[in-house]
């Protein structure tokens, strides 16, 4: 019979997993989970458009809250403070930071589904009386914040008067300097509104209006109370920009595709193109459009606006033309694009100078697997990298007097910090008080750079993370780490998204507990071009990342220091499911699992995530191929034992998955056990349960990996 252990209650995970030392002495020395997993997650850095100001979002424990820093006048020195009191671990997120223009105020969101605002705000902590996005106002000098309203993506009015937001799919408005103004809606549209951006001389508001199978980009006039959408056509209009002077927008046109799925690789598709309209009168023409083959579906960078109004006419936009993700610049009257940042690499983070004269951005040139910041004028010219070494800056900001660049910085033994930038490359911590002297720094392992070949054959990339007694090949567990995504990329160091920065924890934990951890960048990822973003027979298709997870683990089982019996793991989302996979179809190579929030059959419905058009090539045969690249299909041959992990109010991966795949287990008797969040979102969201979650994963690796003692190898195998 197979052994079911369903830990639905906090308290009893806590209790179980005692011997983990959560808090306090840890177990058999080294450190605790709490403690590596205590300091700040540090995210969202904005620069102000006044006073060199900044700000961002950190998130102690659970404790969300935004905090800003302002120039001590020698050149670099920052002074950072809270101005957010919310004291709890609620899981509620803090989203959409904008500062006012003359940088004494900000607006921002706290609450709600950041991934799809429509739908009921998740309640992670079980509050009786729920849980709503609303938007706030905060002044700099850290006064009370104020409720302006329910909603979220709000933006600053030029002069700093009012402020705009989305309410319901509609855009609501507030006079916020007076002292009886109430909210009001703006207007009455059609569709979901959102992008709100205000014209420079502050006389209109522009938006996207989505329509679901199509978009417009709107454009209301507060002087004559008019609205007016911009040469409107079938496809989807989105990123609207202004042009300096407010005469003109220019925005992306992104072809309707009925047919698109997100597990297709977008290697090709009907072309994209830029267009310019005339903001008075709607009329608008393109002015630059992706040729067909490599490029022509649009890759979006990391930033707000994707395309950003350069000095002298120049608009700067991403394209994969040379199958990297890369910034061109072409004159708004039109003409040829000039690419801007050549090579064989991937920028992400990209950030237009207030005096629109200087692009900053952060990619993975000269370093892969790591990430650094450069600078690239507007109108072309060789980039110049303002940091470099080895650890990770990325998501830099320019400062208003267009010199001064933050960045968030992170390496292989400090999470993710604020940083200023001075002209000589030294980079200097906004708040290095907030990490406490109980973070073990100083006792976490260097990941290693490795490159291992997948069963097919494909190099691939990942970080080995090795205690500290490997050496004269003294055996140990292993555990490979599988990412979801897909498309992302793990680095050698702590990485700049909160879901793993926290994988990165646990990793580094794992490793104190005397693991070997190899944490795997399967295609589909990111960081490695186009080519490898969008492989062939990846998820639905086929599952051909499966190849990567399996040479990872025969890697593994290839060294003297691991002992090949006990390789076990473990991952979320995407590599929930590659968890499931492997665990189906190559029990004799992982022993044991933990899969959190994974897919275990493709054709249950999810939007977001599969759809097969009735109209497609075929229909049931792609079904069919869905089913046989999913875990389910494999059951017959799954024997290692299992934790399944997921909050029941995921709006990623339906809940469903789960319960399918216990039932499956259970009737395989295959031993699993249960980490049921009620309420809980896909990435669970209170600080609590990524505590929980991690401790018991721990302890299911204890169980089933280390019931031999490691023994000191005399073969590599």
């Given at each position: 019979m197979p052994v079911v252990a369903r830990l639905v209650s906090l308290a009893f995970v806590l209790s179980s997993v005692s011997s983990f030392a959560i808090a306090g002495q840890p177990a058999g020395g080294g450190f605790t989970l709490q403690q590596v997993m205590s300091a700040p997650f540090n995210s969202d850095l904005i620069a102000a458009p006044a006073k060199n100001r900044l700000a961002w979002l950190s998130n102690v424990e659970g404790r969300r809250n935004v905090w800003v820093g302002s120039p001590t006048g020698d050149g670099i020195g920052y002074v950072a403070r809270q101005i957010t009191q919310y004291p709890n671990d609620d899981g509620q997120v803090i989203s959409d930071l904008e500062w006012s223009p003359d940088a004494e105020s900000?607006?921002?969101?706290?609450?709600?589904?950041?991934?799809?605002?429509?739908?009921?705000?998740?309640?992670?902590?079980?509050?009786?009386?729920?849980?709503?996005?609303?938007?706030?106002?905060?002044?700099?000098?850290?006064?009370?914040?104020?409720?302006?309203?329910?909603?979220?993506?709000?933006?600053?009015?030029?002069?700093?008067?009012?402020?705009?937001?989305?309410?319901?799919?509609?855009?609501?408005?507030?006079?916020?300097k007076d002292p009886i103004a109430k909210p009001v809606q703006l207007l009455h549209t059609l569709g979901n509104s959102a992008s709100l951006i205000w014209s420079p001389d502050g006389n209109e508001l522009a938006f996207v209006s989505d329509r679901r199978s199509h978009s417009f980009i709107g454009v209301y006039s507060f002087s004559a109370n008019t609205l007016n959408y911009l040469d409107p056509g079938t496809d989807h209009d989105r990123y609207p920009m202004w042009s300096p002077d407010s005469r003109e927008i220019a925005f992306?046109?992104?072809?309707?595709?009925?047919?698109?799925?997100?597990?297709?690789?977008?290697?090709?598709?009907?072309?994209?193109?830029?267009?310019?309209?005339?903001?008075?009168?709607?009329?608008?023409?393109?002015?630059?459009?992706?040729?067909?083959?490599?490029?022509?579906?649009?890759?979006?960078?990391?930033?707000?606006?994707?395309?950003?109004?350069?000095?002298?006419?120049?608009?700067?936009?991403?394209?994969?033309?040379?199958?990297?993700?890369?910034?061109?610049?072409?004159?708004?009257?039109?003409?040829?694009?000039?690419?801007?940042?050549?090579?064989?690499?991937?920028?992400?983070?990209?950030?237009?100078?207030?005096?629109?004269?200087?692009?900053?951005?952060?990619?993975?040139?000269?370093?892969?697997?790591?990430?650094?910041?450069?600078?690239?004028?507007?109108?072309?010219?060789?980039?110049?990298?303002?940091?470099?070494?080895?650890?990770?800056?990325?998501?830099?900001?320019?400062?208003?007097?267009?010199?001064?660049?933050?960045?968030?910085?992170?390496?292989?033994?400090?999470?993710?910090?604020?940083?200023?930038?001075?002209?000589?490359?030294?980079?200097?911590?906004?708040?290095?008080?907030?990490?406490?002297?109980?973070?073990?720094?100083?006792?976490?392992?260097?990941?290693?750079?490795?490159?291992?070949?997948?069963?097919?054959?494909?190099?691939?990339?990942?970080?080995?993370?090795?205690?500290?007694?490997?050496?004269?090949?003294?055996?140990?567990?292993?555990?490979?780490?599988?990412?979801?995504?897909?498309?992302?990329?793990?680095?050698?160091?702590?990485?700049?998204?909160?879901?793993?920065?926290?994988?990165?924890?646990?990793?580094?934990?794992?490793?104190?507990?005397?693991?070997?951890?190899?944490?795997?960048?399967?295609?589909?990822?990111?960081?490695?071009?186009?080519?490898?973003?969008?492989?062939?027979?990846?998820?639905?298709?086929?599952?051909?990342?499966?190849?990567?997870?399996?040479?990872?683990?025969?890697?593994?089982?290839?060294?003297?220091?691991?002992?090949?019996?006990?390789?076990?793991?473990?991952?979320?989302?995407?590599?929930?499911?590659?968890?499931?996979?492997?665990l189906a179809r190559a029990s004799s190579l992982f022993a044991a699992g933990v899969d959190m929030s994974g897919v275990h059959d493709w054709n249950i419905d999810h939007p977001d995530n599969f759809s097969i058009s009735d109209t497609a090539p075929d229909p049931d045969a792609r079904w069919r191929l869905a089913w046989k690249s999913s875990p389910l299909s494999s059951i017959k041959t799954w024997h290692s034992p299992v934790l399944l992990i997921q909050g029941d109010d995921d709006r990623d991966v339906p809940f469903l998955q789960t319960v399918q795949l216990a039932a499956a287990l259970r009737q395989q008797k295959v031993e699993f056990q249960e980490l049921i969040f009620p309420d809980g979102a896909h990435d669970f969201l209170l600080h609590r349960h990524w505590v929980a979650a991690y401790a018991a994963s721990a302890e299911f690796f204890d169980k089933h990996l280390k019931s031999a003692a490691p023994r000191a190898g005399a073969t590599t195998h």
């Open positions: 900000i607006v921002y969101v706290r609450g709600g589904d950041t991934d799809d605002p429509e739908k009921l705000s998740p309640n992670p902590a079980l509050f009786p009386q729920g849980a709503e996005q609303d938007v706030w106002l905060v002044s700099f000098d850290g006064r009370a914040a104020r409720k302006l309203g329910e909603g979220r993506s709000p933006a600053f009015s030029t002069n700093g008067d009012a402020v705009a937001w989305v309410f319901n799919g509609q855009i609501w408005f507030q006079k916020i992306l046109r992104i072809p309707y595709a009925k047919d698109e799925d997100f597990t297709q690789p977008r290697r090709t598709g009907q072309p994209w193109s830029i267009r310019v309209a005339d903001a008075a009168t709607g009329k608008g023409h393109e002015i630059w459009k992706a040729p067909e083959g490599r490029g022509s579906f649009f890759r979006e960078i990391v930033g707000r606006h994707q395309v950003l109004w350069g000095a002298d006419d120049h608009l700067v936009f991403p394209w994969e033309d040379d199958g990297w993700t890369h910034l061109y610049s072409v004159f708004a009257q039109g003409g040829t694009a000039t690419l801007l940042t050549p090579g064989n690499f991937e920028l992400e983070c990209v950030s237009l100078s207030s005096d629109r004269k200087t692009i900053v951005y952060s990619s993975n040139q000269n370093d892969i697997d790591l990430r650094h910041v450069w600078k690239v004028p507007v109108a072309g010219g060789t980039p110049t990298a303002l940091t470099r070494g080895t650890g990770i800056e990325t998501a830099p900001s320019i400062a208003s007097d267009n010199r001064t660049v933050a960045v968030l910085r992170s390496d292989a033994r400090t999470p993710l910090r604020p940083a200023v930038v001075s002209s000589s490359g030294e980079i200097r911590d906004l708040a290095p008080q907030n990490i406490s002297a109980s973070f073990p720094a100083a006792q976490l392992v260097v990941p290693q750079s490795v490159i291992f070949n997948a069963t097919d054959g494909m190099q691939i990339h990942g970080q080995l993370f090795l205690p500290a007694d490997t050496a004269n090949c003294v055996r140990h567990p292993a555990i490979v780490f599988v990412h979801g995504g897909s498309q992302r990329q793990m680095l050698l160091g702590w990485h700049y998204m909160d879901y793993y920065s926290n994988s990165y924890a646990l990793n580094q934990y794992l490793v104190s507990r005397g693991y070997i951890v190899l944490s795997i960048n399967y295609r589909g990822g990111i960081g490695y071009g186009l080519d490898f973003r969008e492989p062939a027979n990846y998820g639905p298709t086929g599952a051909s990342e499966l190849h990567d997870v399996e040479g990872g683990g025969f890697y593994l089982r290839s060294r003297c220091d691991v002992e090949p019996a006990h390789i076990g793991i473990w991952g979320g989302s995407w590599g929930g499911y590659l968890t499931a996979l492997a």
